[in-house]
T-cell receptor
Framework: KQEVTQIPAALSVPEGENLVLNCSFT??????LQWFRQDPGKGLTSLLL?????REQTSGRLNASLDKSSGRSTLYIAASQPGDSATYLC???????????FGAGTRLFVKA | NAGVTQTPKFQVLKTGQSMTLQCAQD?????MYWYRQDPGMGLRLIYY???????DKGEVPNGYNVSRLNKREFSLRLESAAPSQTSVYFC??????????????FGQGTRLTVV
């Protein structure tokens, strides 16, 4: 059974700092891994999608990496801003089915 | 662009009452999903519909039923609400190609409280 873990559960950093959020999964047989952002009381916004054949994806100040063999993904945020404060969720889609399994998220707070 | 639209946004039910959560997507996606989100537990899949006319159970289907009304709409029904069903419910859709390497899009959520 696929399990997705995100560490840390919460993170507070000063504005301008570069930071890394971690996501680990137990079953490497995945189709893709997706990072989402969720603002309080809101839905999920897709940030980056990494296919199983890819090693990383970049969008602006965000860079996500994927290492299937070790069951890990990282989301790197460069030059953090207060507007980056949100909960970040990673989710993996397994092969052989339509199910996407989510981690519990990392709550990020960027202090001005 | 509307994307995935859920109604209602908020609902309070008494134990034993029934209700239906509505979801519609305008992206012509084949697959649709219902998740619930509880504090500290991430999102858990309740039911999904891989394509129009099919539905399957996810991780936590007990106490729920679904209907894939057409390609656009996927509803979630609580027949007899229980306090344990207090949660935030999200609908999602994706284009399920042969390799399923597709992005999922989410609605804004329905915050349900059962008292």
């Amino acid at each position: 059974k696929q399990e997705v873990t995100q560490i840390p559960a919460a993170l507070s950093v000063p504005e301008g700092e570069n930071l890394v959020l971690n996501c680990s999964f137990t079953d490497s047989a995945i189709y893709n891994l997706q990072w989402f952002r969720q603002d309080p009381g809101k839905g999920l916004t897709s940030l980056l999608l990494i296919q199983s054949s890819q090693r990383e994806q970049t969008s602006g100040r965000l860079n996500a990496s994927l290492d299937k063999s070790s069951g890990r993904s990282t989301l790197y945020i460069a030059a953090s801003q207060p507007g980056d404060s949100a909960t970040y969720l990673c989710a993996v889609r397994n092969t052989g089915g339509f199910k996407t399994i989510f981690g519990a998220g990392t709550r990020l707070f960027v202090k001005a | 662009n509307a994307g995935v639209t859920q109604t209602p946004k908020f609902q309070v039910l008494k134990t034993g009452q029934s209700m239906t959560l509505q979801c519609a997507q305008d992206m012509n996606h084949n697959s649709m999903y219902w998740y619930r989100q509880d504090p500290g537990m991430g999102l858990r899949l309740i039911y999904y519909s891989a394509s129009e006319g099919t539905t399957d159970k996810g991780e936590v289907p007990n106490g729920y039923n679904v209907s894939r009304l057409n390609k656009r709409e996927f509803s979630l029904r609580l027949e007899s609400a229980a306090p344990s069903q207090t949660s935030v419910y999200f609908c999602a859709s994706s284009e399920a190609g042969p390799n399923m390497n597709t992005e999922a899009f989410f609605g804004q959520g329905t915050r349900l409280t059962v008292v």
